[in-house]
């Protein structure tokens, strides 16, 4: 009883951990993408610094979903409250 | 659902080589890795045993890698002291990419092995954690031999009060690039098996190819993110 408590909550948790940890990353990869195309409408003859520059940005604000993905994977697959 | 066995995915079951009572090894990662660094290890011996004045299209590639690494170096460190950490960059750099795109590019799933399946040895969270570890263990040489005890003073900038962020920030460091390296690679097969196992056939391709494009914007992130903790030490 107590153990399928913990499994439900656990699956709650990973979906909430997921769900949230994506909206941060989500605003915040539309802002950096929208001034990118900005600045390339302004000045198309920086497209290559601006895309590379971009693309770190990009992995620097996934890791944070990511942070939110490691967490729910542990909590679905090596769960240390169960057992 | 024999045909199926390809798309299955196994997380936390590994193949256990007991070395002591108390210490295993997760056996299948080390075999990977082996085969990642001798692949990497026998295309640089052989690509850089003839050069040539004009070169070819392998030494050229090697070159471009080299260039690439180089760059990262450079920008992050400094042109006066980068040449010191460049091997170190270059190995972290190509143990990383070659990891990753060896996971994806390598159908593994094809040998079997009692326990456990071949995947990406950046698919290991202990893989990950030594690379991260290293990372953090390099800067603090990188800082004792350029500034000797003058190493301390950082930790007091920019005032006396940020001293216990300063501390944690050591900490912090390598955990997130762990998680990073790590997250990222296990959403990639993660995701791809799923897919897999809904449609084996064809709509899986572009989530793959995402998943290299993916890998190798990490290998570069580790890299520069290894090459910038060591920069912002010594400038």
New interface residues.
């Given amino acids: 009883m107590v153990d399928s408590l913990i499994a439900a909550a656990s699956v709650i948790a990973a979906a909430v951990a997921v769900g949230f940890a994506g909206i941060g990353p989500g605003i915040g990869q539309g802002n950096a993408a929208g001034q990118a195309v900005e600045g390339i409408a302004r000045q198309p003859e920086a497209e290559g610094k601006i895309r590379g520059t971009l693309l770190l940005s990009f992995a620097f604000m996934e890791a944070l979903t990511i942070y939110g993905l490691v967490v729910a994977l542990s909590l679905l697959f090596a769960n240390p409250f169960v057992g | 659902m024999d045909t199926f066995f390809l798309s299955k995915i196994e ?2 079951s590994h193949l256990y080589i007991n070395f002591t009572e108390t210490l295993h090894l997760h056996g299948e990662t080390i075999i990977v890795s082996t085969i990642v660094v001798s692949i990497i290890s026998l295309l640089l011996i052989l690509g850089t045993s003839d050069l040539k004045k004009v070169p070819g299209t392998f030494q050229n590639l090697l070159e471009i890698i080299y260039e690439l690494v180089k760059s990262i170096a450079i920008t992050q460190m400094g042109p006066s002291y980068y040449s010191q950490f460049l091997p170190f960059i270059a190995t972290i750099f190509l143990f990383v990419l070659g990891s990753n795109w060896a996971g994806a590019l390598i159908p593994w799933k094809l040998i079997e092995i009692p326990n456990g399946e071949l995947a990406a040895p950046t698919n290991d969270i202990n893989t990950t954690a030594c690379l991260a570890i290293l990372a953090s263990l390099s800067y603090f040489f990188a800082g004792f031999k350029i500034k000797g005890l003058g190493y301390f003073k950082r930790y007091i900038k920019p005032s006396v009060f940020l001293l216990p962020i300063n501390i944690i920030e050591d900490f912090t460091k390598p955990l ?1 690039l762990n ?2 390296l ?3 690679i ?2 990639d097969e ?1 995701t791809v098996s799923v897919l897999c196992s809904l449609v084996p056939i064809l709509i899986p391709v572009p989530i793959m190819v995402l998943g290299l494009f993916a890998s190798s ?2 290998a ?2 580790f890299a ?1 993110l290894a090459a910038a903790y060591i920069g912002e030490v010594i400038e």
């Fill in positions: 997380v936390g997130s998680f990073r790590f997250g990222n296990v959403a993660l914007i990490q570069l992130i520069t």
